[in-house]
DNA sequence: TAACGCATGTAATACGTTACATGATTCT
DNA sequence: AGAATCATGTAACGTATTACATGCGTTA
């Protein structure tokens, strides 16, 4: 286990894996609309990305198949050591601040354009927050109906920062 | 121009950089520099991305050279036809709306850590996140005193959404 | 039985990061 | 003179996306 640091570098998508799996054993496939659904507005993954990840983390002992079912799927899980390198990454590991938001770019650089266009864009923009604000409520509603879950808090966080970013965009339109 | 849609594909460095030089003409160090300091939550990219980019800018021509100064330096300056490739992205192209912020990813994992684990991961983040807000707020201050400036509201944006988050974390703490 | 969604994989290409490499100018 | 900073570039490697490819099981 010495080769760790060699074998697991510093890439995030093997932690947004081993955390899916913590939650709940899934196959490549769930992972896949996992990304999509929980994770879209932190990390994205396509299955050409998720299963020879999955096969890499097999051998190194942190996830294991724990079911096979139809269509030849297989179930994976997250292991002892799984759990430990998670743990391990996210108390000792110095977060990689970088990020990558095409979104962001563009609401920054809508700032260059002439008002009739930056209209035509802040309208799309606000359009789409709406709609991810709508889809973040329902989430959170469903969550609560069914008594809670661990991941309620960053549902709020979610509906809150969209919340910020939907009056910002009225605010330029208005403007 | 008609292989516009094939030499410029869906990166957003390109538009990055071309926002960037429609703001102010720039050297490529110059650009390294702004993509810490105004796209730092938006987008990254070090030198050795930025000199071969400016190079597929200046053939497709997008960017000139506008000045070359001391230590051998260039000065791009943006084209008629980058500006108009930066509207086109900008009004016409469907935005890439998947993220990739490892931030985000560790705190939606951490819901996942034992309380006491959890608290260290939260107050590492909540000492960064305000940190971040206060030099977030010199910059606005900064603005204001030279009279404003084009992305003073983007500015205003990523203050409140970091208040958003600092609310957030302590409540987590509190919890 | 055809269409659709589940399920898994690989190959080619594009993009991004790190390490290597060099040289000019300014400041102490 | 030496250190720090400005300034530019390439090579090697790692990561991500897109396209290609296949097959199982369910539903209409």
Request: proline share 3%.
């Amino acid at each position: 286990m010495s080769s760790l640091v060699h074998t697991l570098p510093r890439m995030s998508l093997r932690h947004a894996v081993l955390g899916l799996l913590a939650t709940e054993p899934s196959t490549g496939y769930d992972l896949a609309r996992k990304f999509e659904a929980s994770l879209a507005n932190a990390w994205h993954a396509g299955h050409s990305q998720i299963y020879p990840e999955l096969a890499k983390l097999e051998e190194a002992g942190m996830v294991e198949v724990v079911g096979e079912g139809a269509r030849r799927s297989r179930t994976y899980g997250i292991t002892d050591a799984g759990r430990g390198e998670l743990r391990r990454w996210l108390l000792e590991t110095e977060p990689n601040r970088s990020q990558r938001n095409e979104t962001a770019v563009r609401w920054f650089l809508v700032a260059l354009l002439e008002p009739a266009d930056r209209r035509v864009v802040l309208e799309r923009e606000l359009e789409h927050a709406e709609a991810y604000e709508a889809m973040l409520r329902e989430t959170a509603e469903r969550i609560d109906a069914a008594g809670g879950h661990a991941f309620r808090p960053t549902v709020d966080l979610g509906l809150r920062t969209t919340a910020v970013m939907r009056d910002w965009l009225r605010e330029q339109l208005d403007a």
